[in-house]
């Protein structure tokens, strides 16, 4: 068994463990009313784009995300949340650095990394971290203390996640030539996560996009043998319109006619698009297997990117 696969099914503990840590973080996770930024490179910064969504959406203050090393540092910000797994990226200790006079605070692997040591205060969920390249676990648990610490009772989110760890994929893998990710407010950092696991484990053709804007010229590779994967709250008539196209449309309502999840997980439909989530990942890993591929070794990555 891949490191990976472990990881990904120890989700749901982990996400519970992640929630109930939220409540003694909650003064450096982002005060209500606090200007907030929230940064991160590769998945971490997805994860980032998700917090800010949901924290702007709860009306808790106004919320950015940024890629680190696009990180606008002459705007002042009341505090700026960094995620980072190994808290060794560049990118990363290079704008804390730089943040010296900012409130910071780290969501790490670990207590004791370069990032941690740079921040004004240091979230470690050394439970979530991983030995695998390829992030799942830390990056949904880091989500779930945030979306914890923005009052969110995540009871339902860990019981569809118990669902997605063991349910059957929506598609064979085999079967499929290239995969679109959709997403609508606080989901497309989920899309674009999705995405990356694909490109990432199986060095697979995976596309994301804001599903409102998938019909403004993506949409033209819809194609028999292709699919497109909605995180979410989906637009009207979008499902008809990808199967017009001969693609084959996925969400978490019944995926590709087979039953509806609903009925693993209590009869309530859709999952939480996070539990959703678990499924993409799985899949991604999947495509691996079925490529011949290591998802634990994936092409041209290593755990923590340190530049020169």
């Known amino acids: 068994m891949a490191y990976v696969d472990e990881e990904l099914a120890s989700q749901p503990d982990c996400w519970r463990t992640a929630a109930a840590l939220a409540p003694e973080h909650a003064d450096v996770l982002g005060r209500p009313g606090e200007r907030v930024a929230v940064t991160g ?90 030995r695998s390249v390829v992030q799942t676990r830390f990056a949904t648990s880091a989500l779930a ?60 053709w995976a596309e994301s996009y804001q599903a409102m804007d998938y019909r403004h010229g993506p949409i033209a590779i819809a194609a028999p043998r292709r699919v497109v994967w909605a995180f979410g709250d989906v637009p009207a008539g979008l499902d008809e319109t990808v199967e017009a196209a001969g693609a084959t449309f996925v969400h978490s309502r019944g995926h590709c006619g087979h039953t509806a999840l609903g009925s693993w997980n209590g009869g309530r439909v859709p999952l939480d698009p996070m539990a959703d989530l678990i499924i993409a990942q799985r899949f991604a890993v999947a495509l691996a297997a079925d ?15 340190v530049l020169a």
Not at 46 to 61: I, Q, S
Not at 151 to 173: S, Y
Not at 293 to 303: F, I, K, S
Request: aromatic share 6%.
């Open 145 to 204: 203390l945030l979306r914890a610490h923005l009052g969110e009772d995540l009871g339902d989110a860990i019981t569809d996640a118990e669902v997605a760890v063991r349910t059957p994929l929506p598609v064979a893998p085999g079967l499929v030539e290239q995969i679109t990710f959709l997403g609508q407010g606080w989901t497309v950092g989920l899309a674009e996560e999705a995405a990356l696991k694909c490109r990432e484990a199986a060095t697979f």
């Open 291 to 305: 490529r011949g591929l290591d998802p634990d070794a994936p092409r041209n990555l290593t755990r923590s990117v």
């Open 41 to 130: 490179c590769g998945t971490s910064w997805f994860m980032a784009m998700v917090y800010a969504a949901l924290r702007e959406r709860a009306g808790l203050g106004e919320t950015d995300a940024f890629q680190a090393s696009e990180f606008p540092t002459t705007r002042r910000y009341d505090r700026v949340v960094a995620i980072t797994r190994s808290g060794t990226t560049t990118e990363v200790t290079d704008l804390l650095a730089a943040l010296a006079a900012t409130p910071t605070t780290v969501i790490t692997g670990s207590g004791d990394n370069p990032a941690a040591h740079l921040a004004t205060d240091v979230v470690a969920l050394p439970f979530a971290d991983e």
